[in-house]
Nanobody
Framework: QVQLVESGGGLVQAGGTLRLSCTASGSGFSIYLMGWYRQAPGKQREFVAHITSSGSTNYANSIKGRFTISRDNAKNTVYLQMNSLKPEDTAVYYC????????????WGQGTQVTVSS
C-alpha cells in the first residue's frame, strides 16, 4: 500500500510561483512512475505531468514551458515547480502513482489547493 501526501499549495497572484511536493510512504519497492493531476471546479480531473524514476518526463500542453516536474528517488518525493501561474491554473492538485510493477492499484494523494488570483 502506498500513501501519498502533498504539500505546497496556496494562494498566489497571476505570474507568481508555487512548488508542490508529494512524498510516498509504505512503498517497499522503487516507484517507477509518479505524476500530478489537477481538477478545477466543475471540471474533470486532468493530467498535468509525470516523471519516471530515470527522469523522463511528459507534460500537458497547457502547462508546458511553465511547470517543471522533478523527483528525489531517495526521498520518494516528486515535485511540481509552477511558474508564470495563470488564473486558469486554479485547481486542486493531486499526486498520483498509477498502476505499475509492484503497485497494481491507482494511488492518489488527498490533494492540495492552488488558487491563482488575477
Amino acid at each position: 500500500q502506498v500513501q501519498l501526501v502533498e504539500s505546497g499549495g496556496g494562494l498566489v497572484q497571476a505570474g507568481g510561483t508555487l512548488r508542490l511536493s508529494c512524498t510516498a510512504s509504505g512503498s517497499g519497492f522503487s516507484i517507477y512512475l509518479m505524476g500530478w493531476y489537477r481538477q478545477a471546479p466543475g471540471k474533470q480531473r486532468e493530467f498535468v505531468a509525470h516523471i519516471t524514476s530515470s527522469g523522463s518526463t511528459n507534460y500537458a500542453n497547457s502547462i508546458k514551458g511553465r511547470f517543471t516536474i522533478s523527483r528525489d528517488n531517495a526521498k520518494n518525493t516528486v515535485y511540481l515547480q509552477m511558474n508564470s501561474l495563470k488564473p486558469e491554473d486554479t485547481a486542486v492538485y493531486y499526486c498520483n502513482v498509477p498502476p505499475q510493477p509492484y503497485y497494481p492499484l491507482d494511488y492518489w494523494g488527498q490533494g492540495t489547493q492552488v488558487t491563482v488570483s488575477s
